[in-house]
């Protein structure tokens, strides 16, 4: 198991959290689905060698479905 770069996992974590954010304003920029989104990417980046666009695309994914799944 490969580690992900740090600035790598950082940088698609704020990507996708800022894009989702920008289609969801009413979540908080604190919201619980952070956590969550974090170690997906994680996860990702383990699984496979991915950049940070990729990693960011993964995410933004991650949160709809998690958001659509919540309601």
Same mark, same amino acid.
């Given at each position: ?10 940088? $698609?974590? @704020?990507? $996708?959290? &800022?894009?989702?954010? $920008? /289609?969801?304003? @009413?979540?908080?920029?604190?919201? &619980?689905?952070? =956590?969550?989104?974090?170690? /997906? ?8 060698? &991915?950049?940070?666009?990729?990693? $960011? ?12 799944? @919540? =309601?």
């Amino acid at each position: 198991m490969k580690l992900v770069d740090e600035v790598v996992l950082k940088n $698609a974590t @704020e990507t $996708a959290w &800022s894009v989702y954010r $920008a /289609h969801h304003p @009413e979540v908080d920029p604190w919201d &619980s689905r952070r =956590c969550p989104l974090e170690r /997906h990417l994680q996860r990702r980046g383990e699984e496979r060698e &991915s950049d940070t666009e990729e990693l $960011a695309g993964f995410g933004i994914a991650y949160l709809q479905r998690f958001f659509r799944d @919540e =309601c």
